[in-house]
Structures are given as structure tokens and as C-alpha cells.
């Protein structure tokens, strides 16, 4: 028993199987098989190597982004009177870009909520949260507690809101105050309920400098083009028509680019990216290195909860020893610059490893048209009987052996008859 599975396993483990060729004389599996083969041979020369450029070898772009904005917008406030403001207010790029400088991305204010002369003091709650209100001092307990939506601690009193057309009691805190009135527009100015303060925003332009460099073929570009007209830069405006190198843009260009309404996103704020794409072939000249630009919204124009883009800073002042600060809640739009890039190069490596890759998938044909013969024709037992042989060596050795033996057994028969044929002649004469 031992012995036999003994030898089921060595004839399971040492056994080799080599391919056999069977010619068919099929038309019609002939027609598949060079078909399939021209497929592959298609998509090998066709797709990797001409389209997908497998002839070359490729690094990805290390990039660095600045910007720059111009443009001046101003407010009329109407004539109202106003501590922190005349009558008409002027904004700069150092009023309007908050921060002055971002990685990869910059913001430009365009609707804003100012609250003036905060002072750290004692002022009655916003009303607008139900948790502020209150009708007598225990509701305010305990005293030193954070205002969950607020900027400030209760002091543990309930006090007469400062809101006008407000009658009901709220909450007292100690923090910046007067706490900000968050309702846009502006309560008290004769705002537009749908344009933003800062419309002239849309003729603001950006500058925008990107370098690339492609180590691995010690490539560094750069997207602002050379140019021997020194005035280019200054009359130039990005267009993907007339003039898409100049890297100067219009933000209303770029929000109509995405089919927005300028006034509309500007209202509540907006998030768009702008994308500098670098598709290089370094075997042609490297003045055809140059990129492409697109632009698309980033966030959801149709958010129900929370729609736009805003945030709130300060600004710091000190009179008569006391600090102020006036704060902004600030509405706008953020440009993402998202810089995407990629160069090639010919090289043997890429093209050897492709084209073996190539030669390699034409094994595809062999092994659907297999198919075909061996499980689909009508003559597929035949074609099987053709196409796998078994051989076993040690029953073709004991065979052999066997022949051998009874050849010997035949041949000593043969001789041993001769003998007696002699032997008689012998006794004939």
C-alpha cells in the first residue's frame, strides 16, 4: 500500500508536459486565430506604443505656485455715519486677499459683515439661538460657562436684548462686544439683498507664476512664456482662443468659464480650482513645453446646509491705552491652483518591456482558438486525440524490456533450429 502511493505520487510530482504542434486545416479557425492576432498586434503598436507613447520613459513634475492680484473696488455706505469709515470705503489687494499669501491657492473677499469698535466687556447675548434666552438669572447658571454658538462666558445675568425690535430677555456674556448681528446685508445700510459690497471684484486680475522641474531629465520650465516684447505681460489677458500661455486671468473670466454668475457666488462665497496641466515630450523642442489651463467649482453649488465660503478675522487697534478690534465675516471666492505634470522621454527600456508585453498577450489567440477546436467543433474528439498524448516512461520501459526479451527467446529459437539443420546435414553425408 505504502509502495503504491509511493509511486501515485512521484508520477503526480515528476512528470513534464511539452507542447505539441497539431496542424488544422480549418478555415474558419484559421480566419479567428490571425484576426485575434491582429488585435493584439493593433493594440500593442497602435494604443501602447504610438498613443500611450510605451517608447518612453516619464517623471512627474515638482512644482511651485505664487500669485499676485490687482484691482481696487470701493462701498458706498450711503452717508451713513460711521466711526471706522467715510462715506465710500476703498479696498486693495492688502484689504480684499486674506491671507496675503497661501500654498497652492489665494482668496478674494467680496461680500462682508463688519462688525466696528468691539471692546472686551460685558454685553448682552445674540437672540437668534434659543439657548440665550432666559427670563430670569438662574437661567443663566452657572456663571463662567461657554456660550455653545457664541464668543464669550455667561456672567450668570439675564439682561434686555440690545437687538432692536427685541423684547425678550437674554443671556449676558463677557467677551468681544457688541456680539456681531449676522444677517446679510448689512442691517441699516440700504444694501442689495443679491449684489455682493465688493461687485468690482469681478474686474480684479491674477497673476499667476508656476515652475515646474522634471528631475529625472534635469527639465525646469517655466509657465510665464518668453517673450522679447517686454509689455506683454501688461496688456495680456488669458483666453483659450487668442491667447492661452498668458498667465494672467479675469476672475470673472474664470467663474463664467465654470457657467456661474458672477454676482450670485460672490454672495455667499464660492471654492474653484485652477488647474495648469504639463504634458511634455522632451524629444521634440523644449519650447513646445508648455501648459494648459482649465478651471472648475470644487464645492457644492447646490449644498442645502451651509452653501458658500466664509470665514471671520480682526483687526487691532489700541486708543487711550484700551484694545479694539473691528471684525469681519468675511464672503468670497478661493481659487485652489492645482498644477498637474508629466514629461517623456525615449528610451530602450520602456519599448523592450512593452513590446515583449505585446508578444507575450499573442498567446491570447492560441489559447481562444484551443478553445474553440477542443470544446466547440463537432470533430473536437478527434482534434483531442491529435492534440494530448500521454507517455509513460517506466511502462514504455518495461515494454521494451519485454520485446527485447521475447526478440532474444525468437532469436535463440531461430539459432538453436539451425543447429539441428546442421547437425542433420551432418549425418546425410
Same mark, same amino acid.
Given at each position: 500500500?505504502?509502495?503504491?502511493?509511493?509511486?501515485?505520487?512521484?508520477?503526480?510530482?515528476?512528470?513534464?508536459?511539452?507542447?505539441?504542434?497539431?496542424?488544422?486545416?480549418?478555415?474558419?479557425?484559421?480566419?479567428?486565430?490571425?484576426?485575434?492576432?491582429?488585435?493584439?498586434?493593433?493594440?500593442?503598436?497602435?494604443?501602447?506604443?504610438?498613443?500611450?507613447?510605451?517608447?518612453?520613459?516619464?517623471?512627474?513634475?515638482?512644482?511651485?505656485?505664487?500669485?499676485?492680484?490687482?484691482?481696487?473696488?470701493?462701498?458706498?455706505?450711503?452717508?451713513?455715519?460711521?466711526?471706522?469709515?467715510?462715506?465710500?470705503?476703498?479696498?486693495?489687494?492688502?484689504?480684499?486677499?486674506?491671507?496675503?499669501?497661501?500654498?497652492?491657492?489665494?482668496?478674494?473677499?467680496?461680500?462682508?459683515?463688519?462688525?466696528?469698535?468691539?471692546?472686551?466687556?460685558?454685553?448682552?447675548?445674540?437672540?437668534?439661538?434659543?439657548?440665550?434666552?432666559?427670563?430670569? &438669572?438662574? $437661567?443663566? @447658571?452657572? #456663571?463662567?460657562?461657554? +456660550? %455653545?454658538?457664541?464668543?464669550?462666558?455667561?456672567?450668570?445675568?439675564?439682561? !434686555?436684548?440690545?437687538?432692536?425690535?427685541?423684547?425678550?430677555?437674554?443671556?449676558?456674556?463677557?467677551?468681544?462686544?457688541?456680539?456681531?448681528?449676522?444677517?446679510?446685508?448689512?442691517?441699516?445700510?440700504?444694501?442689495?439683498?443679491?449684489?455682493?459690497?465688493?461687485?468690482?471684484?469681478?474686474?480684479?486680475?491674477?497673476?499667476?507664476?508656476?515652475?515646474?522641474?522634471?528631475?529625472?531629465?534635469?527639465?525646469?520650465?517655466?509657465?510665464?512664456?518668453?517673450?522679447?516684447?517686454?509689455?506683454?505681460?501688461?496688456?495680456?489677458?488669458?483666453?483659450? &482662443?487668442? $491667447?492661452? @500661455?498668458? #498667465?494672467?486671468?479675469? +476672475? %470673472?473670466?474664470?467663474?463664467?468659464?465654470?457657467?456661474?454668475?458672477?454676482? !450670485?457666488?460672490?454672495?455667499?462665497?464660492?471654492?474653484?480650482?485652477?488647474?495648469?496641466?504639463?504634458?511634455?515630450?522632451?524629444?521634440?523642442?523644449?519650447?513646445?513645453?508648455?501648459?494648459?489651463?482649465?478651471?472648475?467649482?470644487?464645492?457644492?453649488?447646490?449644498?442645502?446646509?451651509?452653501?458658500?465660503?466664509?470665514?471671520?478675522?480682526?483687526?487691532?487697534?489700541?486708543?487711550?491705552?484700551?484694545?479694539?478690534?473691528?471684525?469681519?465675516?468675511?464672503?468670497?471666492?478661493?481659487?485652489?491652483?492645482?498644477?498637474?505634470?508629466?514629461?517623456?522621454?525615449?528610451?530602450?527600456?520602456?519599448?523592450?518591456?512593452?513590446?515583449?508585453?505585446?508578444?507575450?498577450?499573442?498567446?491570447?489567440?492560441?489559447?481562444?482558438?484551443?478553445?474553440?477546436?477542443?470544446?466547440?467543433?463537432?470533430?473536437?474528439?478527434?482534434?483531442?486525440?491529435?492534440?494530448?498524448?500521454?507517455?509513460?516512461?517506466?511502462?514504455?520501459?518495461?515494454?521494451?524490456?519485454?520485446?527485447?526479451?521475447?526478440?532474444?527467446?525468437?532469436?535463440?529459437?531461430?539459432?538453436?533450429?539451425?543447429?539441428?539443420?546442421?547437425?542433420?546435414?551432418?549425418?546425410?553425408?
Amino acid at each position: 500500500m505504502a509502495n503504491d502511493c509511493c509511486k501515485n505520487f512521484s508520477k503526480i510530482l515528476f512528470h513534464y508536459e511539452t507542447v505539441k504542434i497539431v496542424d488544422i486545416k480549418n478555415k474558419k479557425v484559421g480566419a479567428l486565430y490571425r484576426f485575434i492576432q491582429l488585435i493584439i498586434l493593433a493594440y500593442v503598436i497602435g494604443y501602447v506604443i504610438v498613443y500611450k507613447k510605451g517608447y518612453q520613459d516619464f517623471d512627474n513634475a515638482i512644482s511651485t505656485v505664487t500669485t499676485k492680484l490687482k484691482g481696487t473696488a470701493y462701498v458706498n455706505y450711503n452717508n451713513v455715519t460711521s466711526p471706522f469709515h467715510e462715506n465710500i470705503e476703498v479696498y486693495d489687494p492688502a484689504d480684499y486677499v486674506v491671507p496675503p499669501q497661501e500654498n497652492n491657492a489665494f482668496f478674494v473677499m467680496t461680500n462682508m459683515i463688519i462688525t466696528p469698535n468691539q471692546t472686551r466687556s460685558r454685553c448682552p447675548k445674540d437672540p437668534k439661538f434659543s439657548e440665550n434666552k432666559c427670563q430670569v &438669572d438662574k $437661567d443663566c @447658571l452657572p #456663571p463662567l460657562k461657554p +456660550i %455653545k454658538n457664541g464668543n464669550g462666558v455667561r456672567t450668570g445675568r439675564c439682561v !434686555q436684548s440690545d437687538r432692536p425690535n427685541i423684547s425678550y430677555r437674554v443671556c449676558e456674556i463677557y467677551g468681544w462686544c457688541p456680539t456681531e448681528t449676522d444677517i446679510l446685508p448689512m442691517p441699516g445700510y440700504n444694501f442689495s439683498a443679491s449684489v455682493p459690497l465688493l461687485d468690482d471684484a469681478k474686474e480684479f486680475t491674477v497673476l499667476l507664476k508656476n515652475e515646474v522641474i522634471f528631475p529625472k531629465f534635469k527639465v525646469q520650465r517655466r509657465n510665464i512664456v518668453k517673450n522679447n516684447n517686454s509689455n506683454y505681460l501688461k496688456t495680456c489677458f488669458h483666453n483659450h &482662443d487668442t $491667447d492661452p @500661455l498668458c #498667465p494672467i486671468f479675469k +476672475i %470673472k473670466d474664470v467663474i463664467q468659464e465654470c457657467n456661474d454668475d458672477f454676482e !450670485q457666488v460672490a454672495y455667499l462665497g464660492a471654492v474653484y480650482g485652477i488647474l495648469v496641466n504639463w504634458d511634455c515630450n522632451l524629444d521634440l523642442s523644449l519650447d513646445k513645453c508648455t501648459p494648459t489651463y482649465s478651471t472648475r467649482r470644487l464645492d457644492d453649488p447646490d449644498a442645502p446646509i451651509s452653501p458658500g465660503f466664509n470665514f471671520r478675522f480682526a483687526n487691532y487697534y489700541v486708543v487711550d491705552n484700551k484694545q479694539y478690534r473691528t471684525l469681519f465675516k468675511a464672503y468670497g471666492l478661493k481659487f485652489e491652483i492645482i498644477v498637474t505634470g508629466k514629461a517623456g522621454k525615449f528610451s530602450v527600456i520602456p519599448l523592450f518591456t512593452n513590446l515583449g508585453a505585446g508578444l507575450a498577450l499573442l498567446g491570447i489567440a492560441v489559447v481562444w482558438c484551443d478553445f474553440i477546436v477542443m470544446y466547440l467543433l463537432k470533430k473536437r474528439f478527434i482534434y483531442k486525440e491529435y492534440k494530448y498524448q500521454k507517455i509513460d516512461d517506466d511502462e514504455e520501459t518495461n515494454k521494451n524490456e519485454a520485446a527485447e526479451e521475447v526478440g532474444n527467446q525468437i532469436k535463440e529459437k531461430s539459432e538453436s533450429k539451425v543447429g539441428y539443420q546442421l547437425l542433420d546435414d551432418e549425418d546425410n553425408h
